[in-house]
T-cell receptor
Framework: DAGITQSPRHKVTETGTPVTLRCHQT?????MYWYRQDPGHGLRLIHY???????DKGEVSDGYSVSRSKTEDFLLTLESATSSQTSVYFC?????????????FGPGTRLTVL | GQQLNQSPQSMFIQEGEDVSMNCTSS?????WLWYKQEPGEGPVLLIA?????ELTSNGRLTAQFGITRKDSFLNISASIPSDVGIYFC????????????FGTGTQLKVEL
C-alpha cells in the first residue's frame, strides 16, 4: 500500500469555524490531490499540487484553500466551514503526469459541519 | 463538472456468479482506471488501461479499454463475498492535466 496518511480521520465542527485537514505521504510522489466524496456525486477534485508551492484548482474549489510547503505534506483548509462541506475527504498521490496517472488514495477524513 | 456514466448503480448477485459493469462518457479518454472502495476506506486501484482495445487482467478481474475510447468495462469472474464494495471507474482526458474524472460507482453485494 502507498504510504499515505490523513489526519484527523474524523472531525465534527461548527459552521463558521476554520478547519485544516492534513495529508502526509512517505512515497516522495510529486503530485498530490484533494477530493471530496458525496452520495450521488462520486469523487470530485477540490485542489491539486504538482510540486512544492505549486497548486491549482479542481472542479469544486470554492470555499477551500490548499498549501504545500514540503513534498510530503498537502494541507486542505476550510476558512469558514459550512454545512455543505460535510463530506468525506480523500487525499491522493501520483508519481507521474499525463497518461500514466495512477493515483493512490489515503484512508479519508470524515468531516461533519453542524 | 463532467462525470462518467457508470452502470449498473448496484448489483446483488449470488456467490460464484460472474459480474459485468461498464462506464461510458461523451468524451475521449487516454487512460481508464478501475478502483474498489470498501466501507470506511479509500479507493484502491485495481486495474489501469492505457490503450484503446487493451484487455488487462488482475486475478479474477478483467478490464477493457473501449475501442471508441469513450467507454470501459470491468468483469469479475466467480464472485466471492470479499468482492463486496463499490467499484469506480476513472478517466483521464487529453489536455486535462493530471485530473481524473470519476464515475458514480457500482455497488456490488454478494449473497452467499
Amino acid at each position: 500500500d502507498a504510504g499515505i496518511t490523513q489526519s484527523p480521520r474524523h472531525k465534527v465542527t461548527e459552521t463558521g469555524t476554520p478547519v485544516t485537514l492534513r495529508c502526509h505521504q512517505t512515497e516522495n510522489h510529486r503530485y498530490m490531490y484533494w477530493y471530496r466524496q458525496d452520495p450521488g456525486h462520486g469523487l470530485r477534485l477540490i485542489h491539486y499540487s504538482y510540486g512544492v508551492k505549486d497548486t491549482d484548482k479542481g472542479e469544486v474549489s470554492d470555499g477551500y484553500s490548499v498549501s504545500r510547503s514540503k513534498t510530503e505534506d498537502f494541507l486542505l483548509t476550510l476558512e469558514s466551514a459550512t454545512s455543505s462541506q460535510t463530506s468525506v475527504y480523500f487525499c491522493a498521490i501520483s508519481d507521474t503526469s499525463g497518461r500514466d496517472n495512477e493515483q493512490f488514495f489515503g484512508p479519508g477524513t470524515r468531516l461533519t459541519v453542524l | 463538472g463532467q462525470q462518467l456514466n457508470q452502470s449498473p448503480q448496484s448489483m446483488f448477485i449470488q456467490e460464484g456468479e460472474d459480474v459485468s459493469m461498464n462506464c461510458t462518457s461523451s468524451s475521449i479518454f487516454n487512460t481508464w482506471l478501475w478502483y474498489k472502495q470498501e466501507p470506511g476506506e479509500g479507493p484502491v486501484l485495481l486495474i489501469a488501461l492505457y490503450k484503446a482495445g487493451e484487455l488487462t487482467s488482475n486475478g479474477r478481474l478483467t478490464a477493457q479499454f473501449g475501442i471508441t475510447r469513450k467507454d470501459s468495462f470491468l468483469n469479475i469472474s466467480a464472485s466471492i463475498p470479499s468482492d463486496v464494495g463499490i467499484y469506480f471507474c476513472a478517466g483521464l482526458i487529453t489536455g486535462g492535466g493530471n485530473k481524473l474524472t470519476f464515475g458514480t460507482g457500482t455497488q456490488l453485494k454478494v449473497e452467499l
